[in-house]
């Protein structure tokens, strides 16, 4: 069946900070590939998300690109700040519409 | 409101009663879902709908009921509620038009069953 790994939180960095959270899967076909955000007490958000093989997802300083041959769809930010703070999920589609979930990664960020 | 609702925001009820979550949505969105969130599992689909009248399992359906009479709404059943039922839980929407396949998720219902 289809999964999504990610690694285990919490991740713990300090302001301007390089981050990477690890997410790689398992599935049948070519599914699409996404990240989620929750902020505290809200529901999930989309961060960013790729559709084939190379594709590169980027929104508000954070980026991820799909990499087929390693099956993985590491989220990464050049420099993090305090509203950064959030759990992070990644998640695929392999076209029946319903998401898989990784487990998520809480991120906490220190001024 | 625009967008996509869910209600109660909390809820407190007791081993064996049943207990329905109503979602919302204002969008027309064909495609709607259920999902859970606990400790450890991330969000776990529950159940989904393609269209109204048309429902489907996902990954852990046991213990709920859905129906979809009118495309806006996909209340969720819990027909008696039990302990392993406490979560929090997620209804989402999907546009059908085929350049984008973003889900749009409601603000959470946290079940607490005593």
């Known amino acids: 069946g289809n999964s999504v790994t990610q690694m285990e939180g919490p991740v713990t960095l300090s302001e301007e900070a390089f981050l990477t959270i690890n997410c790689t899967y398992t599935a049948t076909g070519y599914p699409s590939l996404f990240w989620y955000v929750q902020y505290p007490g809200e529901g999930l958000q989309l961060l960013l998300k790729a559709t084939k093989a190379d594709d590169k997802g980027s929104n508000k300083g954070f980026e991820a690109t799909y990499r087929k041959e390693t099956t993985s769809f590491h989220l990464e930010k050049g420099s993090v700040q305090v509203s950064d703070s959030a759990v992070y999920f990644c998640?695929?589609?392999?076209?029946?519409?319903?998401?898989?979930f990784g487990s998520g990664t809480r991120l906490q960020v220190q001024p | 409101d625009a967008g996509i609702t869910q209600s109660p925001r909390y809820k407190i009820t007791e081993t064996g009663r049943q207990v329905t979550l109503m979602c919302h949505q204002t969008w027309s969105h064909s495609y709607m879902f259920w999902y859970r969130q606990d400790l450890g599992h991330g969000l776990r689909l529950i159940y989904y709908?393609?269209?109204?009248?048309?429902?489907d399992k996902g990954e852990v359906p046991d213990g709920y009921v859905v129906s979809r009479s009118k495309t806006e709404n996909f209340p969720l059943t819990l027909e008696s509620a039990t302990r392993s039922q406490t979560s929090v839980y997620f209804c989402a929407s999907l546009g059908i038009d085929m350049t984008t396949d973003t889900q749009y998720f409601g603000p959470g219902t946290r079940l607490t069953v005593l």
């Open positions: 709908s393609a269209a109204a009248d048309i429902t």
């Open positions: 998640a695929l589609d392999t076209g029946r519409r319903a998401l898989t």
